[in-house]
């Protein structure tokens, strides 16, 4: 290997490490919890109730440009129970969201989710749901410290 083959690697190696440290390390809180949930939606033939665990991934990420801090919310509904009043049929549901917001104290996130009767072609007769989901943070560390969540019919105008 010539030298100018090593100064070559020595300086690109060199590039390299001041790149890799030049890329700051911005603080982020996440915290985890889960919200029992429940709540009925009224469709047209009959009401249907939810109840249930949902389960909230909440990140606070720092702006390393000044800004506000921001939380992304993961939301996953996908356990709760969806029975028919009437009927009884068991309905299943596509609760997922992941959502980003400004970080405060508290937080209310309103969102829908789809559900639908179990069974085939059941998912041909898809409703719509809104969870309603109230959160509480520790501004000092930013930690996700209590949740309450309903359902509910979601209004359209």
């Known amino acids: 290997m010539t030298t100018k083959h090593l100064v070559s690697r020595i300086v690109l190696g060199g590039v390299l490490g001041l790149l890799l440290l030049a890329a700051p390390a911005h603080a982020q809180a996440i915290s985890s919890f889960t919200v029992q949930a429940s709540g009925s939606v009224t469709t047209p033939t009959e009401t249907v109730n939810f109840s249930g665990p949902i389960q909230l991934i909440a990140t606070v990420v720092n702006d ?10 993961s939301v996953d509904a996908r356990q709760l129970v969806a029975t028919g009043a009437t009927s009884g049929a068991v309905f ?25 009767p179990s069974g085939p072609g059941g998912f041909l007769k898809t409703r719509t749901a809104l969870a309603t989901l109230n959160l509480t943070y520790n501004v000092t560390t930013q930690a996700l410290t209590g949740a309450t969540a309903t359902i509910s019919t979601a209004k359209f105008p």
Not at 64 to 73: I, K, M, N, Q, W
Not at 92 to 116: E, K, P, W
Request: charged share 5%; aromatic share 12%; no cysteine.
């Open 92 to 116: 299943i549901n596509s609760g997922q969201a992941h959502l980003t917001r400004v970080f405060a104290a508290t937080d209310t996130i309103a969102t829908t989710f789809a559900f639908f």
């Open 64 to 73: 390393p440009a000044g800004g506000p801090p921001t939380s992304v919310v």
